[in-house]
């Protein structure tokens, strides 16, 4: 009934749905900005490893990580010098002295802890006013001068270098450069591609820049091991120098799916049920700071789309090539066979012409080659007479060459239309004008061979097999030389 269609209708829409967010809230390995969704747990001890290399893990924090240490660091430090200051004031008196025009102080015009803090920053910032300084006569305050000088030297290499590092990353540059939102199928030149598309939107270039593809599948070996992410590697021109990249205008990577592809058995429609991402890695030098950059994108099936190529960006303007930027992500359907390249190929290999009466020619090429060698002994263990018969000692040799022949030429024509086969036995040599007396299709070449002997041997041989009148011993000799 229509109730219960639409009934289960809506409940197949329903699990469809389910099924598509599913689908499309899977969880990618790298996000499309570039973002590995990577997160290291359960590292115990190893959590000193990064103590060690303190400079990179302050560099690899967050902005506001970063911002916090550098004040944090600086505030402590500077109280911590102004704390020693007011104690070196304090141990000597100078504190309940500091009025007193006839008493040297340590530091002159220091009263309390807010103006051994300024002492100290006048000192660090290389500001001085002039009116706080040190005396001749306080040897503790020399050094800590000194101190004072090397531990803010290191401090202000090591927070400046790492903020400037951090501002100075080339991360920021990777911002600049597109990829396409989707990858498109379709065939390019003959062959079934995978492509996508790379721009760089400033002027500066990329140099040496290099692209690879990596495919994220899971598998089991044959061993029983599951591999939940197994890397893959696509060629997109390793072995052709298409990966290095003249990253001036939008280039579209192509991706040739053959025997050697990871996709050499996709279809379009085995893409419904499998499960896979392609991360894309573009690296190059900036050409305006001279450091290496990285950027990074994934595909996964869903955002590859079978039967669609780009659109073009470029056109010709007058002086100048123009890149139009609105049409970078979109794409067209084109006519795409949904077959995989593996079930092409099968297809093709069944409606070619058969190849086996090529093989079965080379065959028997190779059978009558090999016995012509064999029958060269034989040839020559004939008894005189025979051997006078025929005239010529080599005869068994030139008598199964031009069976073979016969019978090559025969089975080569007898496939051909009756005109065509008049005209090719039309005798052209010595060798054609034995073949045309002789019949076109013979099944044993022996006896097309027979036909062929002159009258007095045809007598001795009966007109049948040569064998058949040679002496016992001969018989035999032959016999146990081809069984």
């Known amino acids: 009934p229509a109730a219960v269609r639409r009934k289960f209708g809506d409940e197949y829409q329903a699990v469809g749905l389910a099924r598509g967010g599913a689908r499309r809230q899977r969880q990618r390995f790298v996000d499309k900005n570039g973002r590995c969704n990577v997160q290291h747990g359960n590292l115990g001890g190893e959590t000193s490893r990064y103590l060690s290399d303190l400079f990179t893990t302050l560099v690899d924090l967050k902005w506001r990580w970063n911002l916090f240490i550098f004040i944090l660091t600086y505030t402590v430090a500077w109280l911590f010098m102004a704390s020693m200051w007011w104690v070196i004031a304090y141990m000597r008196g100078d504190l309940n002295k ?123 070996t044959p061993e029983g091991e599951f591999l939940p992410l197994d890397q893959l590697e696509l060629d997109v021109g390793f072995s052709t120098g298409a990966d290095q990249l003249f990253l001036v205008s939008p280039l579209t990577i192509c991706h040739v799916i053959d025997a050697k592809s990871p996709f050499y058995d996709l279809s379009q429609r085995s893409m419904q049920t499998e499960q896979f991402e392609i991360v894309v890695i ?7 700071t001279g450091m290496t950059c990285q950027a990074r994108t994934s595909y996964t099936e869903d955002e590859v789309l079978w039967g669609h190529r780009f659109f073009p960006v ?61 029958l060269d002994d034989v040839g020559t263990k004939l008894p005189s007479k025979l051997q006078k018969i025929t005239g010529r000692e080599d ?89």
Do not use: W
């Not at 400037?164 to 199928?185: C, D, G, N, V, Y």
């Not at 009966?462 to 032959?478: H, V």
């Open 98 to 220: 500091a009025h007193d025009d006839s008493y040297t102080p340590c530091v002159a015009n220091v009263y309390n802890f807010p103006s051994a803090f300024l002492f100290f920053i006048e000192t660090e910032a290389t500001i001085g006013y002039g009116y706080r300084y040190i005396t001749d006569k306080c040897p503790e305050g020399i050094i800590l001068f000194l101190f004072q000088s090397i531990l803010g030297s290191i401090v202000d290499a090591f927070l400046i270098g790492c903020m400037f590092i951090k501002m100075s990353q080339p991360k920021k540059r990777a911002e600049t450069l597109m990829f396409s939102e989707h990858a498109a199928i379709s065939m390019r030149d003959g062959k079934l591609t995978l492509m996508f598309r790379v721009g760089n939107l400033r002027n500066s270039h990329m140099v040496s820049a290099q692209i690879r593809c990596k495919l994220l599948k899971s598998r089991q």
């Open 282 to 288: 573009l690296e190059g030098i900036v050409e305006t």
């Open 314 to 374: 470029i056109s010709l303007e007058e002086g100048f090539f123009k890149v139009d930027y609105s049409q970078f992500h979109a794409t067209f359907e084109v006519p795409t066979p949904p077959y995989s390249v593996k079930e092409q190929e099968e297809m093709l290999l069944m409606s070619s012409p058969l190849i086996a009466p090529a093989v079965s020619d080379s065959k028997e090429r190779n059978n009558s080659v090999e016995c012509l060698d064999g």
């Open 395 to 483: 005869f068994p040799k030139k008598l199964l060459r031009m069976s073979s022949t016969t019978s090559e030429k025969a089975y080569s024509m007898g496939d051909l239309p009756m005109k065509l086969q008049r005209i090719s036995s039309v005798p052209g040599n010595s060798e054609e004008k034995l073949v045309s007396k002789t019949p076109k299709m013979l099944s044993d070449p022996m006896s097309q061979s027979v036909a062929e002997l002159p009258p007095k041997l045809q007598k001795l041989s009966g007109g049948g097999r040569l064998e058949g009148n040679l002496p016992p011993k001969l018989r035999k000799m032959n016999s146990d030389r081809f069984t």
